[in-house]
């Protein structure tokens, strides 16, 4: 991992950097896509950069590749693994893929078949695991101690957020000036701990803000307090990419440092805001991508006469959420 | 219009670089995707022109740009006039609205609410008429000669053809190599006359085939007969973007010898095409904007081991019909 004696949580934006040479024609530099249907909506400018268009359809592919990158390579060899259900998978999978290694995802025997599936179809390993009697991180933390693979953590983890951090660099390349505000959604907050790196770094006076799904807003609950906050569990949502416990103890050390604040949306805003994404702007987003969409087509921030770069960070969606999603939007 | 005495019928690789300069910073240089889970399916790669992306959600508002931008300064003031209860009309209108000039959209009384408002959202005037009881061209010659509007023709024009032809050559540009062969949907034949153009330009030896649904297949039909034939009239199909009765004079000249032949997709291809392009590209595509790829994915063509380049031509999908469309794309 990465660190430096210069800078308070250790983690630096040339580690972004460097993140974004090692992934220079690996990943897609997705685009900014802006509709003036969507505009209009809000008064203003709203810049959504693409993930959903990134290999595997989500960021995780970013974080990923630089992290498995970063092994020794006597290590490498030995193979990486993995626990997620979701988008993190799929990431470990098609990067340890074009690296030639055995990727092993631990997954919970009762995910949707279509995630084992597309997860399989990138070349890794499926193991499952009795979501109610294991725990996941045990299991990880066992097969990596007897293969001798390497565990990529989802999110709390330098060489993942320095990955993640390339979706922010990117968009200050891309940009011709500082939008007035950054959103970004948040799970365990490694997405966003890049991102508002590299955005702070290009744009000091930008103030980035965490979206979150209503129950699980343990990162603007643990900024307001100065201290990790986790969320008490009896919430449930459609956001199924953003329901991680706690913030992580890497995330939160820079998020603390770099985040204006957190906002807060619904499901119902978010599948909204799906919908929105539909029409306007011919982008396929799932709902814990829409989140940010989602804060700023509900008046969760100033957006009148205000240019607001969205993130969408990933299009992994359901068929019959997304179809669920599209007759609610019509609705409203 | 161009023209130019070396040409047989008149329209060059030169009328779409011209054009390309005249929509540089204007419309948006649409990426090309490509998804590893899509390429598993047919065991090639598929390379998606996405023009969904664009502008308007389709490529009709580079046609519609580069026509505006050719009308002489002293003509242009007085706005523009087009018949279009679709694509061509969003892309008239917001054309026309960054050229500062007024259009007028002549569409038929029946048109979905969504299109309408959507037209005027760019600023548009729309004009209804009685589809059954009124011809829509002789409204529009008419507005135009009372007015001193220019009509916008939706596609048997060089300079439509030129700016959709920007397509193709963007292509040619973003591609290391040719491909084996380009699919782009044909419904009047001007994207399809301009792709190919500036497809053999760059690449002589590879073949273009038209990609229409089934019942529209007047350009197959008119290309194995070396003349113009109309359709029937007797079929439906979900790919409203695509139901011309016959093909341009401009175009089918054109079309006549760029093009290797045409290839014909049924509804339900075309369902499945877009529930595959929702799963792994994360595109919204439109029915008849995803008739190329359903062209690919249901064996209208080799593919294994081959490279083909898809041009997905817009996005503009009725929010129930896509649903359906997932559905549909689930059960198979």
Chains 1, 2 share one sequence.
């Not at 949502?237 to 050390?253: H, R, V």
Request: net charge negative; hydrophobic share 45%.
């Amino acid at each position: 991992m990465p660190s430096s004696a210069t800078s308070d949580n250790g983690f630096l934006p040339t580690d972004i950097v460097a993140a974004a040479g090692r992934l220079d024609g690996v990943a897609v530099r997705t685009p900014i896509l802006e509709a003036h249907l969507l505009n209009a909506r809000i008064g203003g400018r709203l810049l959504i950069k693409a993930e959903p268009l990134q290999h595997t359809g989500s960021f995780k592919f970013r974080g990923a590749y630089n992290r498995i990158s970063q092994i020794p390579d006597e290590e490498r060899g030995h193979g990486v693994v993995a626990y997620s259900s979701g988008n993190h998978a799929q990431g470990v999978a098609a990067a340890a893929r074009l690296f030639g290694i055995p990727a092993t995802i631990i997954m919970p025997a009762d995910a949707p078949a279509i995630k084992r599936a597309n997860t399989e179809a990138y070349g890794a390993t499926v193991i499952t695991y009795d979501r109610y009697r294991e725990v996941r991180e045990t299991i990880g933390e066992r097969l990596a101690a007897e293969t001798g693979a390497t565990l990529v953590r989802p999110y709390d983890d330098h060489g993942i957020m320095a990955g993640q951090g390339t979706v922010g660099l990117e968009a200050t390349q891309q940009l011709d000036a500082a939008p007035d505000a950054v959103l970004c959604c948040c799970g365990g907050g490694g997405l966003i701990a890049g991102v508002s790196t590299a955005v702070k770094a290009a744009w000091p006076d930008c103030p980035v803000y965490a979206v979150e799904p209503a129950g699980f807003d343990d990162t603007a609950r643990s900024l307001a307090a100065g201290a990790i906050v986790p969320n008490d569990g009896s919430a449930r949502s459609i956001c199924d990419a953003l329901l991680a416990a706690q913030p992580g103890n890497l995330t939160f050390a820079v998020n603390r440092q770099t985040l204006a604040g957190g906002l807060v949306v619904t499901d119902d805003e978010v599948r909204h805001a799906m919908a929105i994404a539909f029409e306007t702007l011919k982008l396929v987003v799932e709902p814990g991508g829409a989140v940010a969409l989602a804060a700023a087509l509900s008046g969760k921030i100033e957006t009148a006469d205000r240019t607001i770069l969205i993130i969408a960070s990933g299009g992994n969606a359901d068929p019959a959420l997304f179809a669920e999603a599209l007759e609610a939007g019509a609705r409203r």
